[in-house]
């Protein structure tokens, strides 16, 4: 399987749940991200990841922990949300950290989460 | 963090129309690429531009990269409804986009 896989496509949960969202790419990429995408906002970069390394966290509130147990893999783990957090989360990769000339990202479908 | 800033937001026109979105920013980039994302799925890079000037052409889309390396612009000739979609820019290097022109095609 090529390219970045983001599963489960679709994800409704309560606000006192705890769930995870899954990446995995199978490019040989040595970075991965976490965006947020809602309907009135541009892409938010959440979480980066380089060589397995956390490189950037941008503010986001502990309730969203990601974790990168290798360079294929990528979660996010999900705790005590709130409704505002319902989005397009949107993983990818990039042969290195950002994306240098001719590269770019490759991005999964995203997992659209709603909280209820 | 440089700010990207896309105009205009919205743009809804019929099949067989030319159209223009732009990307801006107040800082210089190295390169900067477009991508699109259809309805449902991730962003899909399209093209990168790198030098001040150039112009990059792709089927139907042409890109220019400004001369000054702070501005780009997509022009598509005789849209057709499957350029619908989000239509981002971003900044090599900077791991963040614009927030995106979303155009619509009608048939």
């Known amino acids: 399987e090529t390219g970045v896989t983001q599963t489960p496509r679709h994800l409704v949960m309560g606000m006192t749940n705890k769930k995870s969202l899954k990446c995995e790419q199978h490019?040989?990429?040595?970075?991965m991200y976490w965006y947020k995408q809602s309907a009135k906002k541009p892409l938010e970069l959440m979480f980066v990841?380089?060589?397995?390394?956390?490189?950037e966290n941008n503010s986001v509130p502990s309730r969203f922990s990601p974790e990168c147990p290798n360079s294929s893999h990528l979660f996010l783990h999900l705790h005590t949300l709130q409704p505002e957090d319902s989005a397009l989360y949107l993983c990818?990769?990039?042969?290195?950290?950002?994306?240098?000339?001719?590269?770019?990202?490759?991005f999964g479908s995203g997992t659209r989460l709603t909280v209820v | 963090t440089q700010l990207l800033e896309q105009s205009p937001q919205f743009l809804s026109i019929q099949e067989g129309e030319n159209l223009t979105v732009y990307c801006n920013s107040s800082s210089v980039f190295s390169s900067l690429q477009w991508y699109r994302q259809e309805p449902g799925e991730g962003p899909v890079l399209l093209v990168t531009?790198?030098?001040?000037?150039e112009v990059k052409k792709l089927k139907r889309l042409t890109f220019q990269f400004g001369d000054a390396r702070k501005d780009s612009s997509l022009h598509i000739t005789a849209a057709q409804t499957g350029d619908t979609g989000l239509y981002l820019c971003?900044?090599?290097?900077?791991?963040?986009f614009g927030a995106g022109t979303r155009l619509t095609v009608k048939p």
């Open positions: 490019l040989g990429h040595n970075a």
């Open positions: 531009v790198v030098t001040g000037g």
């Open positions: 990818a990769s990039s042969h290195t950290l950002g994306t240098g000339e001719g590269y770019g990202y490759t």
């Open positions: 990841y380089s060589l397995e390394e956390r490189v």
């Open positions: 971003a900044g090599v290097n900077d791991m963040r």
